[in-house]
Structures are given as C-alpha cells and as structure tokens.
C-alpha cells in the first residue's frame, strides 16, 4: 500500500485535531463556522440575517464573518445540497470583507414562484480550506517554441 493506508483513516484523535487555526472576525449575532462531525473536512457556515428568495433570483445573504486565510490558502464555499444552489466562490487569503454568500431556489423543480425564506442561523453552505500554488505563466505564441515566462 502506498503512504496512506485506509486502515489508518480513523486512527486519529477527534475534535481537537486541526492542522492550523484560522482567524475568524464574527459580527455580533452571527453564529461562528462549525464542523458538524468529529472528522469532517468541510465546515457550515450559516447565515446571519433572513432573506427572502422570490422564484430563481440570486440573492446575497451575509454571514456576519470574515475569514483571516494564511498565505498559500484558499477557503472554497460551496453549497450544502438542501432547497437552494449555492455560487460556489473562493476566498483569496487576501480577501477582508465580510462573507455573503448568493444563493437562489434551483431552476429545475418548478419553484419560480415561490416565496422563500432563509431564516437567519440556517446553514446555507459549506467552506472547506486548501492549499493553492501560484504557477508562472510560459507563455507561447501559436506554431512556435519560444516562450516568455509572466
């Protein structure tokens, strides 16, 4: 077997396992992120404020947080599967502002003219950290082999 071997996957300590910590800015009233399992990867990130989502019209909700990324990291949010898509979307580790997330009531299903509302503390996506390179970029003009490096 190679380096990671299935047999270890649960070998572990639990909740207090982390890699690293993030600094996380919480508005007041807004609920922090939080992992929904001792071994999840991903983390809920829930909304501080009620929104209303009228048919399939994307709608910003804010979360009240702002994330504080180490170089070389990226937070990448995503939706959680329930009623509504999620805009996937990244988080630089040079972004500041605060997290607002846009969400609609999927296209298929029939539900353009519903009302509904995200209520405030639901969790409406999940973020998950990754490391990142940035590449040089060769560039080359088409039928040749020079190249110029940006």
């Known amino acids: 077997m190679g380096a990671f071997q299935s047999h270890d996957a649960h070998d572990h300590p639990t909740s207090d396992a982390f890699d690293l910590r993030l600094d996380v800015t919480v508005a007041e009233g807004a609920l922090p992120p939080r992992y929904e399992t001792p071994s999840a990867s991903q983390f809920a990130i829930y909304a501080n404020e009620t929104v209303a989502v009228e048919g399939c019209d994307w709608v910003r909700v804010r979360t009240g947080l702002s994330f504080g990324m180490p170089f070389m990291l990226i937070l990448l949010v995503r939706g959680t599967g329930l009623d ?67």
């Open 84 to 150: 509504w898509e999620v805009q996937d979307q990244v988080v630089d580790y040079d972004a500041t502002d605060e997290l607002v997330v846009c969400v609609r009531r999927p296209v298929a299903g029939g539900s353009a003219g519903k009302l509904t509302r995200i209520v405030a503390g639901t969790r409406v996506a999940v973020g998950v950290v990754l490391p990142i390179a940035r590449p040089a970029f060769a560039l080359y003009a088409p039928g040749t082999d020079e190249g110029e490096t940006v």
